[in-house]
């Protein structure tokens, strides 16, 4: 399947719940508005008491905002969560609807293991789509863009520094898919197997002592664990390697902000205390 049938699956399963999803982009934007107002606030207070002027509503706006993130945090992930759990309540339903219209028939096809494992191990994934991806991902455009602007507003030098950094940051997952994605579906392959050999290996238990074979099949779970092992460590070393990069790109993007900020002001064409162009 590709991604378009994916979201497009996925999208429909949300068609119920779309009020929520709503409710937590706008938690979302709140709660990036209200980390930016800490940030915007501590500044202006320390140029307050720099310039011998009075700091108190600014720290009591601090003493608002500040607590105030924290709660709009705590708010969309609470509602992020109970969503993307009743989203997955609703997809085991479905799927124990679809394979009891297909038994027994299809059963007798597919190993009991596999199917747990769809059942419990693949479903739970989705929860992290829905509950940190969806929302999450629409802020991540939003806020930028609103990044940029505001740059753009106080001096265009400062949103073209970190305009760079910005598209590196987002095209790194666009152009690092294709590998992320088969490297993900090899460990699905393989963790599927291993889950179905494991749930086989229980069910036969009893078979299994009789004929003596305990060893041999331990060696067997043994070495699909070991196969596991071999092909998630690579999906997990370039999951790791691509949010390094995107730190690092963040990082030195609000270091050019800030070289060529202190440029800019260096050449008066920034006023350092009013931050106007």
Request: some cysteine.
């Amino acid at each position: 399947m590709g991604w378009r049938d994916l979201l497009r699956v996925l999208g429909g399963l949300i068609a119920g719940y779309r009020g929520k999803l709503a409710a937590t982009f706008l938690l979302g934007v709140a709660r990036v508005v209200a980390l930016l107002g800490v940030g915007v606030l501590s500044a202006l207070a320390v140029r307050a008491v720099k310039g011998g002027e009075p700091p108190g509503a600014l720290l009591a706006g601090l003493g608002v905002v500040a607590p105030l993130a924290g709660l709009l945090h705590w708010l969309e992930s609470w509602l992020a969560h109970d969503t993307a759990y009743r989203l997955l309540t609703d997809m085991r339903l479905d799927m124990f609807r679809k394979l009891d219209a297909l038994a027994p028939a299809y059963l007798t096809r597919r190993r009991s293991g596999d199917l747990v494992g769809v059942a419990t191990h693949d479903i739970e994934l989705i929860e992290y789509f829905f509950a940190h991806t969806v929302t999450p991902a629409f802020v991540a455009v939003l806020v930028p863009v609103g990044v940029l602007a505001t740059l753009g507003a106080f001096g265009w030098p400062l949103a073209l520094a970190l305009l760079p950094f910005l598209a590196y940051a987002a095209l790194t997952p666009v152009l690092a898919r294709g590998r992320i994605d088969s490297l993900g579906s090899r460990a699905r392959e393989v963790s599927g197997d291993l889950n179905a050999h494991a749930v086989d290996s229980v069910q036969g238990l009893g078979e299994i002592a009789a004929f003596q074979q305990v060893g041999a099949r331990g060696q067997e779970q043994a070495a699909k664990a070991q196969e596991y092992v071999a092909v998630r460590m690579p999906f997990l070393r370039d999951l790791t390697l691509q949010t390094v990069r995107q730190e690092v790109a963040t990082g030195l993007g609000g270091l050019a902000v800030v070289l060529t900020g202190a440029t800019l002001v260096a050449g008066g064409r920034l006023d350092s205390a009013s931050c106007r162009s």
